[in-house]
């Protein structure tokens, strides 16, 4: 008959002594669990960390292009109020006057072209963000303006050159009349190609209506309509790489231009019945040169 209490005694003796193979690989097993049990611990602080650092990063890039879109908006509402303000100058100052001019004289009359310049944020498109479309219209705004600020330079110089021009051709002896009719003709094509630039500004309003309108959703956490937006939910892609180029690809792209439309329309519809209203209140009686025929 088995002496289950002399048994244990035993078992429980050999646990507990130090002489045994046993009781020394528990101190090792005990020793590995400990430091790997750190080692994990520590590996999950850092994901999560970095989770947190990288959440934290997108929202706060989320931030950055709302307060941009919206001051680079205002900056082209600026210019085009200053672009008016100078067709109104022109007008005042050398067409009229050359048109209504009875005597045979030489006629040169010039007012300041205005210093304008569209600015955004240059490190908003290297900046990470979770849409693919709030980037890509980034990189085209930034393209875009760039070259908008360097046509801005060669308008003031061209403007310039209209007066430097007469003043030579008045040097050479050219006839007063051929002189008013030629610095008339160069003034009315500068105010034609002025106002074509015009036109032009509300292609770029229209691409930042459409950025600030995606990017606000994101700000606001609008989840359902973020996901219809851009969700490839139910597309299938072998790699990461062909999501990536469908997300960036132009039809995407005007498949959400498309989505946003009405939204859009009426954000610029206000925005543009300000903007009028504040420079008619600036130039009381004075009609808004771009819709003059």
Not at 187 to 196: G, N
Not at 236 to 256: L, P
């Amino acid at each position: 008959m088995i002496n289950w209490h002399a048994l244990t005694t035993s078992v429980f003796q050999y646990l507990n002594s130090e002489q045994t193979l046993l009781y020394k690989w528990q101190d090792l097993l005990g020793a590995v669990i400990g430091v790997f049990g750190t080692f994990l611990v520590a590996i999950c602080g850092f994901y999560l960390r970095h989770l947190w650092n990288s959440y934290s990063e997108v929202r706060n890039n989320i931030r950055k292009t709302e307060i941009a879109l919206a001051l680079t908006l205002h900056n082209i509402y600026d210019n085009e109020s200053h672009l008016k303000d100078f067709l109104v100058r022109v007008n005042r100052a050398i067409i009229h006057p050359v048109k209504q001019l009875q005597e045979d004289v030489y006629f040169i009359g010039k007012t300041n072209f205005p210093s304008l310049q569209t600015h955004l944020d240059a490190s908003l498109v290297c900046s990470r963000f979770k849409s693919y479309y709030v980037r890509n219209k980034l990189l085209v705004i930034h393209k875009n303006l760039d070259q908008s600020n360097r046509t801005f330079v060669d308008m003031r110089e061209d403007y310039n050159s209209i007066f430097e021009t007469s003043k030579y051709l008045i040097s050479t002896g050219i006839s007063k009349k051929e002189q008013r009719e030629q610095y008339l003709q160069n003034h009315e094509s500068f105010v034609t190609f002025v106002k074509d630039i015009i036109r032009q500004m509300q292609i770029a309003k229209k691409i930042l209506a459409e950025t600030k309108t995606v990017n606000l959703k994101y700000l606001k956490k609008q989840r359902f309509a973020i996901w219809k937006l851009e969700s490839t939910s139910f597309k299938y892609f072998r790699k990461k790489e062909e999501e990536v180029k469908y997300r960036s690809s132009y039809e995407a792209i005007e498949r959400i231009d498309k989505a946003i439309f009405v939204e859009v329309e009426e954000q610029l519809r206000e925005q543009d019945q300000l903007a009028e209203d504040a420079w008619d209140a600036e130039n009381l009686g004075i009609q808004d040169p771009t819709k003059q025929q």
